[in-house]
């Protein structure tokens, strides 16, 4: 079992089937995710606040993507451990990565396709908290979106529309999965005109 990476809630890993193993952090984990993330100046006596509020998060997330008639192979197809808090999914290709490898007229129905995607998920008052595009959502093998991080959803009308309002979607740590400033551009334009009213 190969170690794909790790975020701040998960680790992740290639089962070697097509599928992959999610796995919640311990603490350590966690910490030693933040601490680096987070550098210069790492807020440490705030990790173990941090901790416990992914930790909500994510059970939250994964039963709204259990309770919700969406198709399931939005989420990845998840199939969930007993513990309520480990699942698998459906091996994608991260947006991040294809950022790298595709053209402009690709990165640009790739974009195409996110806000499609993230406009269902709204119309079924589903977002990921801050449409994270390069690290939350991938290409399954059909080459449509699927959402592989399924541990930040956000479902309170009060607060998507507060992200929605804030533009999260314009932040550093979401547009800079773009390799240019116009694919950069087109992301921040196609989302303003979809989700600004």
Not at 7 to 24: C, I, P, S
Not at 104 to 130: C, M, P, R, T, Y
Not at 177 to 184: H, I
Request: aromatic share 14%; hydrophobic share 40%.
């Amino acid at each position: 079992m190969d170690k794909l990476g790790r975020g701040w809630q998960y680790t992740a890993y290639d089962l070697g089937n097509g599928r992959v193993l999610k796995r919640r952090n311990t603490k350590l984990q966690a910490y030693r995710v933040m601490f680096k993330s987070l550098l210069p100046f790492p807020p440490i006596w705030k990790f173990p606040k941090f901790y416990r509020a992914a930790q909500s998060e994510a059970v939250g997330s994964l039963k709204k993507v259990q309770q919700t008639s969406l198709p399931k192979e939005l989420f990845g197809n998840p199939t969930f451990s007993a513990n309520g808090i480990d699942y698998e999914q459906d091996k994608v290709l991260p947006l991040q990565d294809f950022f790298k490898q595709c053209n402009l007229e690709e990165g640009k129905q790739a974009i195409n396709k996110f806000v499609e995607f993230n406009k269902l998920l709204l119309a079924h008052n589903f977002i990921d908290k801050s449409f994270a595009i390069g690290k939350n959502f991938g290409f399954n093998e059909r080459e449509e979106i699927a959402m592989c991080d399924i541990g930040e959803i956000w479902s309170s009308p009060e607060n998507i529309q507060k992200q929605i309002i804030n533009r999260v979607w314009t932040y550093n740590y979401v547009v800079k999965v773009f390799p240019n400033q116009e694919l950069k551009d087109y992301f921040i334009r196609e989302m303003d005109k979809a989700f600004l009213k």
